[in-house]
């Protein structure tokens, strides 16, 4: 194998992973971002989860709305549901893992809060049900999927976004929607602030 164009194929099917999903992505992202920035607005608040790396992408999108983005402003209400070790373990010890997210969504979640939903296949069972919990108390759910987006896409209403990666690599996915997260909290900024730097 040739390692150097083994690696330079990575940034080839990056490049053209962000493209196709800018081609199918920015209309919905748009109108994610008017969700978020409507239930921010309105004292809602937003929760995230995902599992392993999407679980870094969760906690990260919320340290940039509590915290800051680029520019400074008020801070904004979020919770990443992955990030207690103390509740992971004590819901996953007690109730078992698929109920991690659901427990918190339900401890926490209140009508018009929005549920930041990450899997890049869809099909995890905690996630899943943390959706299942959100719609059962009145919020509305941002899913960030790829793979056609496994049984997220069937859970999914009308009042629900969602954006899947054309992709089947989780790699792949996870780099499109470290992109997704950081434009949508660059377009909360343009509505709080103004969009120029
Ligand atoms: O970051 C990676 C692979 O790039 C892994 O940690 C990955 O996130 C884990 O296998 C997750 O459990 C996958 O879950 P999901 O994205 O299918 O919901
Ligand atoms: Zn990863």
């Known amino acids: 194998m040739d390692m150097t164009s083994h690696m330079a194929s990575h940034f080839d099917d990056a490049i053209d992973t962000l493209k196709a999903s800018s081609r199918e992505l920015a209309e919905p992202l748009s109108v994610a971002v008017d969700m978020l920035f409507g239930a921010l607005a309105n004292n809602a608040k937003i929760l995230a989860c995902g599992n392993g790396g999407?679980?870094?992408?969760?906690?990260?999108?919320?340290?940039?709305?509590?915290?800051?983005?680029?520019?400074?402003?008020?801070?904004?209400?979020?919770?990443?549901?992955?990030?207690?070790?103390?509740?992971?373990?004590?819901?996953?010890?007690?109730?078992?893992?698929?109920?991690?997210?659901?427990?918190?969504?339900?401890?926490?979640?209140?009508?018009?809060?929005?549920?930041?939903?990450?899997?890049?296949?869809?099909?995890?069972?905690?996630?899943?049900?943390?959706?299942?919990?959100?719609?059962?108390?009145?919020?509305?759910?941002?899913?960030?999927?790829?793979?056609?987006?496994?049984?997220?896409?069937?859970l999914l209403q009308e009042t629900d976004i969602h954006l899947c990666v054309p992709h089947d690599r989780t790699m792949r996915i996870q780099e499109v929607h470290i992109v997704l997260l950081h434009a949508l909290c660059d377009g909360i900024d343009a509505l709080l602030l103004g969009d120029t730097l």
């Open 54 to 154: 999407s679980a870094a992408d969760a906690q990260h999108f919320i340290a940039e709305l509590v915290g800051r983005f680029e520019r400074d402003r008020l801070p904004l209400a979020g919770i990443a549901l992955n990030t207690d070790t103390s509740i992971l373990t004590a819901v996953g010890n007690d109730y078992g893992f698929d109920a991690v997210f659901e427990r918190q969504v339900n401890a926490l979640g209140q009508p018009g809060d929005i549920l930041v939903a990450i899997s890049t296949s869809g099909n995890s069972p905690n996630v899943i049900k943390a959706i299942e919990a959100a719609h059962d108390r009145e919020m509305s759910v941002i899913a960030l999927t790829g793979k056609g987006g496994g049984g997220i896409a069937g």
